[in-house]
C-alpha cells in the first residue's frame, strides 16, 4: 500500500525555538516528488517545501529544511526560528504516479501551537 | 496572476440532495484536481481532469463525478448525498504543459449535509 504516516498528531513550540515534525511514507517507485503542506485556519493547502526524490541534497527553504533519508522513507520538516504565524496543520504528501495520471497521497497531519 | 477560486465557500444541504461545486483553475494552469478532507483527516483524491475528460480516479463511488470546462475550470458533483458526504472539498490546479510546477489549492468549500 502507498502511504503516508505522520506519528505526531501535535506538536508545541516556543517562538524562536526549533521544531521537527516527521513523517514516513511508503512507495514502491523509484521516481517521485515529496512535499509539506501548510494549512492555516483559512483552509487553504500551502505549499512550504519540496523534495524530489532523486536529489540526494536536502531542500531548505529559508526556515524551513528536510531531513530526506530515502532508503528509510523519511521525510521530516525542521522549523528555525519558530513564528507565531507558523501555527497551522501541516501535511506530509508525495506526489504518486499513475499509468497517465497523478495525485498526492496525504499523511494524516500534525497540528503545530507556537507558544509566545 | 490570479490563484485557485473556489465557491461557494460553505454550504448545507439535506441527505439525497444533489450538490455542484465549482472551481477556476490558476492562469496557465490546464489540469485540475478534487480532493475530500473529512474533518481531522487528510484530503483524499477525488479524482482529475485533463483536457476535458477524467484521467484519473481514487475510491469514491460512481455519484461522484466531475466536469472540466475548455477554460479549464472544473466541477464537481454529487448525487444523492449522504451524510458522510460532510467535509472540506479541495480542488488543487497544476499544468501538463512544460516544466512541472507543482499544485496550487483553493481555499476549499465545506459542505456540510444533514
Known amino acids: 500500500a502507498q502511504t503516508v504516516t505522520q506519528s505526531q498528531p501535535e506538536m508545541s513550540v516556543q517562538e524562536a525555538e526549533t521544531v521537527t515534525l516527521s513523517c514516513t511514507y511508503d512507495?514502491?517507485?523509484?521516481?517521485?516528488?515529496l512535499f509539506w503542506y501548510k494549512q492555516p485556519p483559512s483552509r487553504q493547502m500551502i505549499l512550504v517545501i519540496r523534495q524530489e526524490a532523486y536529489k540526494q541534497q536536502n531542500a531548505t527553504e529559508n526556515r524551513f529544511s528536510v531531513n530526506f533519508q530515502k532508503a528509510a522513507k523519511s521525510f521530516s520538516l525542521k522549523i528555525s526560528d519558530s513564528q507565531l504565524g507558523d501555527a497551522a496543520m501541516y501535511f506530509c504528501a508525495y506526489r504518486r504516479k499513475q499509468g497517465g495520471s497523478e495525485k498526492l497521497v496525504f499523511g494524516k497531519g500534525t497540528k503545530l501551537t507556537v507558544n509566545p | 496572476e490570479t490563484g485557485v477560486t473556489q465557491s461557494p465557500t460553505h454550504l448545507i444541504k439535506t441527505r439525497g440532495q444533489q450538490v455542484t461545486l465549482r472551481c477556476s483553475s490558476q492562469s496557465g494552469h490546464n489540469t485540475v484536481s478534487w480532493y475530500q478532507q473529512a474533518l481531522g483527516q487528510g484530503p483524499q483524491f477525488i479524482f482529475q481532469?485533463?483536457?476535458?475528460?477524467?484521467?484519473g480516479r481514487g475510491n469514491f463511488p460512481p455519484r461522484f463525478s466531475g466536469l472540466q470546462f475548455p477554460n479549464y475550470s472544473s466541477e464537481l458533483n454529487v448525487n444523492a448525498l449522504e451524510l458522510d458526504d460532510s467535509a472540506l472539498y479541495l480542488c488543487?490546479?497544476?499544468?501538463?504543459?512544460?516544466?512541472?510546477?507543482?499544485?496550487?489549492f483553493g481555499s476549499g468549500t465545506r459542505l456540510t449535509v444533514v
Open positions: 512507495t514502491s517507485e523509484s521516481d517521485y516528488y
Open positions: 488543487a490546479s497544476s499544468s501538463w504543459t512544460g516544466p512541472w510546477v507543482g499544485y496550487t
Open positions: 481532469y485533463y483536457r476535458e475528460e477524467e484521467n
